[in-house]
């Protein structure tokens, strides 16, 4: 029969050795993009300092230089471990995905097999393009909401300036990144849910229907 597994029973042992395995893979390939990440740490911050620099101009603020600050002497070298987290996991994400899939893979039938494998693809491009989002358009527009609130003091009124620390920018930027790369997978987890049979047409229709 075509729907039926190829491979093998397999006692527990050989499982547990397998996931080793896949968990070796996966962590030394993490590791390894830490340690490049690491290295290149201040100019991928660099990069994520971008959208800021935008909202700068779009605000009308040429003259003003941007600036951000640290209050505490580790404060910047912790900021540089969570960039070069965040960007390992990002280069590693394939490396990872790819050893899940083959841990999983032995244990689905051929038509399981063929409707896993898009979403694989689907979910990191979907992230990306959730990520780019933030990027080019909403994180550059928040900052430029919160430039809007400066006071170039006189007349009664002190100065009134905005200095991000480090730590919190990255906090932000990550999180917004983060939120938007979840919400772009609600298309997958949703077509995921429908093949399995949790999720229906009707029954969607039905709640959507109860909403208004």
């Given at each position: 029969?075509?729907?039926?597994?190829?491979?093998?029973?397999?006692?527990?042992?050989?499982?547990?050795?397998?996931?080793?395995?896949?968990?070796?893979?996966?962590?030394?390939?993490?590791?390894?993009?830490?340690?490049?990440?690491?290295?290149?740490?201040?100019?991928?911050?660099?990069?994520?300092?971008?959208?800021?620099?935008?909202?700068?101009?779009?605000?009308?603020?040429?003259?003003?230089?941007?600036?951000?600050?640290?209050?505490?002497?580790?404060?910047?070298?912790?900021?540089?471990?969570?960039?070069?987290?965040?960007?390992?996991?990002?280069?590693?994400?394939?490396?990872?995905?790819?050893?899940?899939?083959?841990?999983?893979?032995?244990?689905?039938?051929?038509?399981e097999r063929a409707a896993f494998l898009p979403f694989l693809i689907a979910s990191p491009l979907l992230f990306i393009l959730?990520?780019?989002?933030?990027?080019?358009?909403?994180?550059?527009?928040?900052?430029w909401f919160f430039l809007a609130m400066q006071q170039d003091g006189g007349e009664g009124q002190v100065s009134i300036q905005?200095?991000?620390?480090?730590?919190?920018?990255?906090?932000?930027?990550?999180?917004?990144?983060?939120?938007?790369?979840?919400?772009?997978?609600?298309?997958?987890?949703?077509?995921?849910?429908?093949?399995?049979?949790?999720?229906?047409?009707?029954?969607?229709?039905?709640?959507?229907?109860?909403?208004?």
């Open positions: 029969m075509s729907g039926e597994i190829e491979d093998k029973p397999q006692p527990l042992m050989e499982h547990l050795i397998e996931l080793r395995s896949r968990l070796m893979w996966a962590v030394g390939a993490f590791f390894v993009a830490f340690l490049v990440s690491f290295y290149f740490a201040k100019g991928i911050f660099n990069v994520l300092v971008q959208p800021f620099k935008w909202a700068v101009e779009w605000a009308g603020l040429a003259d003003q230089s941007v600036e951000l600050i640290y209050t505490a002497p580790q404060e910047f070298f912790f900021t540089q471990v969570k960039v070069a987290m965040f960007s390992a996991l990002v280069i590693a994400f394939p490396v990872i995905a790819s050893q899940v899939y083959k841990f999983v893979a032995p244990g689905l039938y051929k038509n959730g990520g780019c989002l933030v990027y080019f358009f909403f994180t550059p527009m928040v900052m905005l200095l991000p620390k480090v730590s919190e920018y990255l906090s932000l930027i990550m999180s917004l990144i983060f939120a938007f790369g979840l919400v772009f997978q609600l298309p997958v987890i949703t077509t995921l849910l429908a093949r399995v049979g949790f999720v229906t047409s009707d029954g969607l229709r039905k709640s959507g229907n109860m909403r208004s």
